[in-house]
T-cell receptor
Framework: QKEVEQDPGPLSVPEGAIVSLNCTYS??????FMWYRQYSRKGPELLMY????GNKEDGRFTAQVDKSSKYISLFIRDSQPSDSATYLC???????????FGGGTRVLVKP | DVKVTQSSRYLVKRTGEKVFLECVQD?????MFWYRQDPGLGLRLIYF???????EKGDIPEGYSVSREKKERFSLILESASTNQTSMYLC?????????????FGSGTRLTVV
C-alpha cells in the first residue's frame, strides 16, 4: 500500500466550476502538506503549503487538512483553462527534508 | 530566472550504456534530490544529498548512483541503462530547514532507453 494515495483522474470540468482534489495518507508522522502544480513538460511548482489542520486560502485556491482523518484537499474556485495541469499532493515528516508524493491528478478545464 | 537547470530535456540511450544526468542549482541550496516520475506512480525518490560528497539512498536506488563534488551540482548516473529506466527524471533542491516549502524543481529530463 502506498503511503499517499491520490486519484489519477483525469478530472474534466467546465470553465468556472470548482475543482476538488484530495489525497489520503497512512502515516501519522506527516506534518507538513503541500500541493504542487505541474504543467506538461515542466517540473512541479509549489502551489500551497500548510501545516496545521484546517483551511488555508490563497486567491482562488483553498487547501484543507484533516489530520484526524489523514485526508487533505485542494479546491480551485472559478477554474480557468490555464488551471489545466497535473496536481500533486506531497507531505513531509517533521524531521527530515524528504517529500513523499501522491501519484498526481490530471485536471482539464474546458472553455 | 532559471534556478535549477537539468542539462538535457530529452535523451535516447541504448541498453547497457552508462548515462549521466546533470543538475545545477544557483541558489546555494544544501539539499539536492533526484526523483523519477512515472504515470500512476508519481514522483519516487532515487537519491538525495545534504552536503557536498554526501549522499543517501532514497526509495528506489537500485541501478543508480550519484555524485556531488560541488555544492551546486548533483549528478545521477545510470551504471548500465535498462529499458525499465525509461522515465522522466526530476532534480530538485532545497535549503535546510525549509524542506517543507522550499523545494525547487528543474524542468526534467525525459530519458528513453532502447
Amino acid at each position: 500500500q502506498k503511503e499517499v494515495e491520490q486519484d489519477p483522474g483525469p478530472l474534466s470540468v467546465p470553465e468556472g466550476a470548482i475543482v476538488s482534489l484530495n489525497c489520503t495518507y497512512s502515516n501519522s508522522a506527516f506534518q507538513y502538506f503541500m500541493w504542487y502544480r505541474q504543467y506538461s513538460r515542466k517540473g512541479p511548482e509549489l502551489l500551497m503549503y500548510t501545516y496545521s489542520s484546517g483551511n488555508k486560502e490563497d486567491g482562488r485556491f483553498t487547501a484543507q487538512v484533516d489530520k484526524s482523518s489523514k485526508y487533505i484537499s485542494l479546491f480551485i474556485r472559478d477554474s480557468q483553462p490555464s488551471d489545466s495541469a497535473t496536481y500533486l499532493c506531497a507531505m513531509i515528516k517533521a524531521a527530515g527534508n524528504k517529500l513523499t508524493f501522491g501519484g498526481g491528478t490530471r485536471v482539464l478545464v474546458k472553455p | 530566472d532559471v534556478k535549477v537547470t537539468q542539462s538535457s530535456r530529452y535523451l535516447v540511450k541504448r541498453t547497457g550504456e552508462k548515462v549521466f544526468l546533470e543538475c545545477v542549482q544557483d541558489m546555494d541550496h544544501e539539499n539536492m534530490f533526484w526523483y523519477r516520475q512515472d504515470p500512476g506512480l508519481g514522483l519516487r525518490l532515487i537519491y538525495f544529498s545534504y552536503d557536498v560528497k554526501m549522499k543517501e539512498k532514497g526509495d528506489i536506488p537500485e541501478g543508480y548512483s550519484v555524485s556531488r563534488e560541488k555544492k551546486e551540482r548533483f549528478s545521477l548516473i545510470l551504471e548500465s541503462a535498462s529499458t525499465n529506466q525509461t522515465s522522466m527524471y526530476l532534480c530538485a533542491s532545497s535549503l535546510t530547514g525549509q524542506g517543507a516549502a522550499g523545494y525547487t524543481f528543474g524542468s526534467g529530463t525525459r530519458l528513453t532507453v532502447v
